[in-house]
C-alpha cells in the first residue's frame, strides 16, 4: 500500500491546535523584507467587532454568494453568514478546513483556487492581503484570469493590499530600490508551527496604481474604495 506523503501544513496546525485548546498557538512567519514575526492563532478567530475597519468596510459591500478566497479559521465567512448571505470558504489547509466545518461554516471547499473547478459567484473576497495569491507582478495575469472564471456575470472582486515602500524608506524620506530588480512588493515567506516548516512561497503586495493597471489590461475595472494611514487599501475591481 501506498501512503500519501501528507505537505506541511504549519497555519492549519496552529489554526487547529488553538480549536482544540492552546490558545497560545502561533505561526512564526519569516519573510525576506522583514525580521520573522509570530501570527497568533488568536487572530484568525476574530468576532466581526474585532476586525479592523477596513475588514468590517468590505464585508459590508458584499453581495450574492459570496466566495470568501483563503479563508483561514472562517471567520469572515461566518460574519457573512450571519449577515444572511450565502458565502463559500474556500480554503487548500484540510486541518483549516475540518476547524471551519466545526465552527459552524456551511459551504466550505478544500482545494487550490487556481485548479479546482470554477463554479460562478457575485463577490470574490479577498481580505488579509489576499490578493497576495497572485504571488508575483508576472503571475498576476494568470490570477486574474482565474477570478474571471469564478466570477458570475456582474460579479466584484473585493481586495486588500497595501503599497510596502516603506520598508525601502532611508531615515532622511529618500526611498532605495534596485530598479533592476523585481517589484518591491513581491516578498518570499515561510511558516513555522513547533517543528512543522513550510516550504518558502512568493506573495505580492501591490500598490493601487500598478494594480489598476493591471486590472485594465486583464479587462476589469478598478476602484479605490478605502486607504488608511499606514497604506493599506480596499479595492473593488469588476469586468469592464
Not at 51 to 69: C, K, N, S, T, Y
Not at 172 to 179: E, F, I, N, R, Y
Not at 213 to 229: I, N, R
Request: hydrophobic fraction near 45%; aromatic fraction near 10%.
Amino acid at each position: 500500500m501506498i501512503m500519501e506523503k501528507k505537505l506541511p501544513d504549519p497555519m492549519g496546525r496552529a489554526i487547529s491546535a488553538y480549536w482544540a485548546g492552546n490558545k497560545k498557538a502561533a505561526v512564526t512567519v519569516y519573510a525576506d523584507q522583514l525580521e520573522a514575526d509570530e501570527l497568533p492563532a488568536a487572530y484568525l478567530f476574530r468576532e466581526e467587532s474585532e476586525m479592523p475597519e477596513r475588514e468590517q468596510f468590505a464585508l459590508g459591500l458584499a453581495r450574492g454568494r459570496v466566495l470568501d478566497i483563503g479563508a483561514g479559521a472562517g471567520s469572515h465567512a461566518l460574519a457573512l453568514q450571519e449577515r444572511g448571505l450565502d458565502v463559500t470558504a474556500l480554503e487548500i489547509s484540510p486541518l483549516a478546513c475540518a476547524v471551519q466545518r466545526e465552527r459552524g461554516v456551511k459551504k466550505v471547499l478544500e482545494g487550490d483556487f487556481f485548479s479546482l473547478p470554477a463554479t460562478p459567484h457575485d463577490t470574490l473576497l479577498l481580505l488579509m492581503n489576499g490578493i497576495g495569491l497572485a504571488g508575483t507582478l508576472e503571475n498576476l495575469p494568470h490570477f486574474l484570469a482565474t477570478c474571471k472564471k469564478w466570477l458570475a456575470p456582474g460579479g466584484q472582486m473585493l481586495l486588500e493590499s497595501s503599497d510596502i515602500l516603506y520598508l525601502y524608506q532611508e531615515e532622511d524620506g529618500s526611498v532605495v530600490l534596485d530598479l533592476n530588480g523585481a517589484y518591491y512588493g513581491e516578498l518570499i515567506y515561510m511558516m513555522a508551527f513547533g517543528q512543522e516548516r513550510g516550504a518558502p512561497f512568493p506573495w505580492l503586495f501591490i500598490d493601487f496604481d500598478l494594480l489598476q493597471q493591471y486590472a485594465e489590461e486583464a479587462g476589469f475595472t478598478a476602484e479605490l474604495l478605502l486607504q488608511e494611514e499606514d497604506d493599506h487599501y480596499i479595492a473593488r475591481l469588476q469586468l469592464a
